[in-house]
């Protein structure tokens, strides 16, 4: 489990730095392996990150001398492909030409992806990065079609620095706009917006009549969401890859073999995980929890 975060200013007003730098730290309940955020500055893309946990890293210099951006992406990472001891398998990734994403998740088939391709690191989220960076009329739409997994995903572009990209797929996207500042955030967790940006519910005669300034919203599952300079670009519902899959022999030493997985629920943690009712052993890739076809 990792989490994302960030927000987008469609005005001149900037969010609070102490709130979002609340925002931040709380998202560290979601990994404590490595920490960074990114974003773009005069068709400049700018990305910190490090091993460590993001209440280390808001407290370094290049923090503190930060003018927050227009728009800004966070990531907090709780390892599971790719140690974080090699930078390169932290969040934010990007490539060469600007492209930058954060992910919470889990990519099951980046070897799939990467088969024909050179890649850069270990992390099975690289394979959500490569896929976007090719050339396609409508790239998210290549996501949900060839990647296999769960996925929640922000990314920004210098091509087109105005423009924040949302991604769901199993996997929480919670938004706040604030009509008082004109800003949008985002977030894996909705309490963690609420206390950090100190959202309380209005009430009337014993009505709840909402949240001030504020308003929530939940991005469907299986939905982009693409925001510019005027707001809402597009919100569209994509068709996923089929979360089923058949594996060719490998060999011995390898996870899977000849059989059929499918991706199930799991009853210890809920995610999305692959389930092979052939394997001896099926083991949960986020708690760690041993699976049994009588538990499913």
């Given at each position: 489990m990792c989490g994302i975060a960030g927000y987008y200013s469609f005005g001149n007003k900037r969010p609070?730095?102490?709130?979002?730098?609340?925002?931040?730290?709380?998202?560290?309940?979601?990994?404590?392996?490595?920490?960074?955020?990114?974003?773009?500055?005069?068709?400049?893309?700018?990305?910190?990150?490090d091993a460590v946990k993001s209440s280390i890293l808001i407290e370094r210099k290049s923090w503190k001398e930060l003018i927050l951006?227009?728009?800004?992406?966070?990531?907090?990472?709780?390892?599971?492909?790719g140690e974080e001891t090699n930078n390169m398998n932290n969040h934010p990734l990007f490539t060469k030409d600007g492209l930058c994403i954060v992910h919470n998740g889990m990519v099951y088939n980046d070897n799939e992806i990467f088969r024909k391709s050179n890649r850069d690191a270990e992390v099975?989220?690289?394979a959500i990065l490569h896929v976007l960076?090719?050339?396609?009329?409508?790239?998210?739409?290549?996501?949900f079609?060839?990647?296999?997994?769960?996925?929640?995903?922000?990314?920004?572009?210098?091509?087109?620095?105005?423009?924040?990209?949302?991604i769901k797929k199993d996997n929480p996207v919670e938004l706040y706009y604030d009509t008082h500042t004109d800003i949008l955030y985002f977030c894996s967790e909705r309490?963690?917006?609420?206390?950090?940006?100190?959202?309380?519910k209005n009430v009337k005669r014993g009505f709840n009549v909402g949240e001030y300034n504020f308003h929530h919203y939940e991005m469907e599952n299986n939905h982009s969401l693409i925001i510019n300079e005027h707001g809402i670009e597009s919100y569209k519902q994509y068709t996923p890859r089929n979360n089923y899959a058949f594996y060719?022999?490998?060999?011995?030493?390898?996870?899977?073999?000849?059989?059929?997985?499918?991706?199930?629920?799991?009853?210890?943690?809920?995610s999305s995980i692959p389930f092979n009712e052939d394997k001896l052993i099926n083991v949960c890739d986020y708690c760690?929890?041993?699976?049994?076809?009588d538990d499913i």
């Open positions: 609070n730095k102490d709130q979002i730098g609340m925002i931040f730290k709380l998202l560290e309940s979601r990994g404590t392996d490595a920490s960074g955020y990114a974003y773009i500055n005069n068709q400049l893309l700018t990305v910190v990150k951006p227009k728009c800004m992406i966070l990531h907090t990472r709780a390892k599971t492909q099975d989220s690289e960076s090719e050339k396609a009329d409508d790239p998210v739409k290549n996501v079609s060839k990647i296999s997994g769960s996925f929640a995903v922000a990314t920004i572009s210098v091509n087109d620095p105005n423009k924040l990209i949302l309490g963690m917006m609420q206390q950090a940006l100190n959202i309380s060719p022999m490998c060999d011995l030493d390898d996870d899977y073999y000849w059989g059929s997985t499918e991706y199930i629920e799991c009853p210890y943690c809920l760690g929890n041993e699976i049994k076809l």
